[in-house]
């Protein structure tokens, strides 16, 4: 009688452990790690697929039917999605006022705002067609066509001392309108030229909700330095999720000094954006801020090239990877030339 009853106790005991365990492994915590191993399979699948990329670049009223129109015709075509930020022809004295939603640019002695008030929305709902946002007509540079790329006029002034405004502005307008539609976002210049095929082959493996940003690495200012803007850099985006709700309406970034590149730097360095390395497996430059005469010409280089690359400075074959995503500082009719040379011409 004894045995059996010892008998017993153990298999009473091995029920009660089984229960046990099955109530953790169903249990709210149970249950949120296998939702989590299961998220994390679906995200490892998708990281192998091509990005969604919106592609964003600061035009300038004197040259909009010029540049504006040699990006349209190139490289943005193989965006997912393009949109031109200019400035209204206004007064240049600016004040800038940030709320709990929104960013209001005003001009002192004018009346004109830009106010981006509900910006701290997801990006879903209520979206206007951008389409219908200020598209400029050409023909007033001498064309005679419409461009097609949609414009977005803010209100700031013309001039390198307010591209940190253009670009906080267009990033807002960014976030607010198509958060959530892509994977990544380009900021680029009028005289940018991107490879976007090279582009999406380095992203492919990166994933869009780890907040991290790409570019041409400055060393200075910031623990991790800085990307260029001419460069063009690119946003994940939860890196512009942050830079938006976190550093902007969350008012944790400036005072701003007016340089674009290094305001935006700062600013997602303070929000925990990472800085990522984009050379390629040798060590080469994917990105590079200058001309392509610069690397393989007898040029004299500006003086930062030494001071302020995070990599040492390269020219010749050297100079650049066999997957390069841009060059800065084109010019119109290079724009065409390359465009042809990449996509057109034959051997």
């Known amino acids: 009688m004894p045995r059996l009853w010892r008998k017993l106790k153990y298999q009473v005991l091995w029920v009660a452990l089984s229960c046990i365990i099955l109530l953790v492994l ?46 349209q015709d190139t490289w943005t075509q193989r965006c997912d999605k393009v949109l031109f930020f200019s400035s209204r022809p206004t007064e240049k004295n ?38 219908n946002v200020g598209n400029m007509n050409s023909s007033k540079g001498g064309g005679s066509n419409v461009l097609r790329v949609p414009t977005i006029a803010l209100a700031v002034p013309e001039g390198r001392e307010h591209l940190t405004a253009k670009a906080m ?25 991107i490879v976007m095929e090279n582009l999406r082959e380095m992203l492919r493996f990166y994933d869009p909700d780890s907040p991290v940003y790409f570019g041409y690495r400055f ?37 701003f ?9 700062r600013c997602l360095y303070t929000v ?45 074959f050297g100079c650049c990877s066999n997957k390069t995503i841009s060059f800065h500082y084109i010019r119109t009719h290079e724009m065409y030339m390359l465009e042809f040379l990449i996509y057109h011409m034959k051997l």
């Open 26 to 71: 169903l249990s709210p915590a149970g249950l949120w790690e296998a939702h989590k191993s299961s998220t994390d399979k679906v995200r490892e699948i998708n990281l192998g697929k091509s990005p969604r990329i919106m592609c964003w670049a600061l035009v300038r009223l004197e040259t909009y039917s010029t540049k504006a129109r040699a990006l």
């Open 257 to 265: 000094t007016g340089v674009e590149d290094l305001d935006i730097g």
């Open 272 to 316: 925990g954006v990472k800085a990522g390395d984009s050379v390629d497996k040798l060590g080469l430059e994917r990105f590079h801020p200058l001309n392509f005469y610069a690397y393989f010409g007898d040029l004299k280089l500006p003086a930062w090239t030494g001071d302020y690359a995070f990599h040492p400075f390269k020219r010749g």
């Open 94 to 131: 600016l004040t800038v006022q940030r709320t709990n939603d929104s960013l209001d640019i005003t001009l002192t002695g004018n009346s004109t705002r830009n106010n981006t008030r509900g910006a701290a929305s997801d990006g879903r709902n209520n979206k206007p067609n951008d389409s």
């Open 219 to 255: 060393k200075p200012y910031t623990p991790q330095g800085y990307m260029s803007g001419g460069a063009g850099y690119v946003l994940s985006r939860e890196a512009l999720r942050r830079l938006v709700m976190d550093g902007i309406f969350g008012k944790f970034c400036g005072p």
């Open 169 to 193: 502005l267009a990033s807002v307008y960014s976030w607010r309108m198509h958060g959530r539609d892509f994977d990544w976002f380009l900021k680029s210049d009028d005289d940018t030229y």
